[in-house]
């Protein structure tokens, strides 16, 4: 579930009158991001203590609508290295629609082409009673489709929902050590997962620009041991913008850098002069 293109995340399901009253209670005030805001990224893999750029990545966010209403529209392309396509190919896309009210999630599709599968998830998410409905669509790699509902009690979240989510969390009263809850789903399966504050440091980009950053990391309790899949880095300001992740995989180890920022809401603070 979790590799390279998840740095660092969707048939129709009507949201009814009263659903849109319940759905504050999975949203978050969204001060981190605006319309038109565009973040680069180049991928790296380690394959016997050497690290090879193997990709790069793009999230674009902006305002769109979603069956009528006004949403954040978020998308992440991820492109393999064509030099290295006959040893793996990587080809993804993410996308993501929110309210835009609250980040409540909508709606989540992923595309993958890696190596020689292709597979799709499809998420569509209501809130019927003040729980969370999933809608799932699953493409398998043998071109089967498989659809399931599934109802929870808890906000369920996706791999993009999540990652517009938590650039809104305020650090300012956490304590090293925290834990955050944060289930996620993908079209077959939901995880039991978790970020926990990390602290404090300074990342220096490629490009000599240096900034405060939070440090998170994304854990997951698989067969019951707690795993670190992502640990990333985001800046210490109003726009919590990820400048680093360090990806543990079940093939390796990967990393993603930002390179570039464009269209930023919120002044650049944590930039260290």
């Known amino acids: 579930m979790y590799k390279v293109k998840r740095l660092i995340f969707m048939l129709t399901a009507l949201v009814t009158l009263t659903a849109g009253a319940q759905q504050a209670q999975c ?30 990545a793009r999230m674009t966010t902006r305002i ?13 392309l991820t492109s393999g290295n064509p030099r290295l396509d006959k040893y793996f190919v990587m080809r993804d896309t993410l996308l993501s629609y929110c309210s835009y009210a609250d980040l409540t999630p909508l709606y989540f599709r992923k595309g993958a082409h890696e ?22 669509h699953e493409v398998t790699s043998h ?19 999540i990652f517009l989510r938590a650039r809104n969390f305020d650090s300012s009263s956490m304590s090293e050590g925290d834990i955050l809850p944060m289930p996620i789903s993908d079209a077959s399966d939901l995880s039991n997962s ?29 067969k019951g041991k707690n795993r670190e899949l992502i640990r990333f880095w985001i800046t210490d300001d109003l726009n919590h913008i990820p400048v680093r992740l360090d990806m543990n995989l079940n093939f390796g180890s990967a990393k993603a850098f930002l390179t570039s920022y464009k269209g930023v809401r919120n002044e650049m603070t944590s930039k260290v002069q």
Not at 35 to 51: A, H
Not at 143 to 161: A, N, T
Request: hydrophobic share 35%.
């Open 27 to 56: 949203g978050i005030d969204n001060k981190a991001f605006g319309d038109g805001e565009r973040l680069d990224y180049v991928l790296k893999f380690n394959w016997q203590f050497i690290w090879f750029r193997v990709g790069t």
């Open 194 to 222: 978790w970020l926990k504050y990390m602290g404090k440091k300074t990342f220096k980009m490629d490009s000599g620009e240096k900034f405060r950053c939070v440090v998170f990391s994304f854990m997951q309790n698989e």
């Open 115 to 136: 190596g020689k599968r292709y597979y799709a998830d499809e998420l569509w998410f209501s809130y019927p009673r003040g729980h969370c409905h999933l809608r799932r």
């Open 143 to 161: 071109g089967e489709h498989l659809w399931s509902d599934k109802e929870y009690k808890d906000c369920i979240y996706d791999m993009m929902s």
């Open 64 to 76: 769109d609508s979603f069956q009528g209403q006004k949403a954040w529209r978020a998308d992440l």
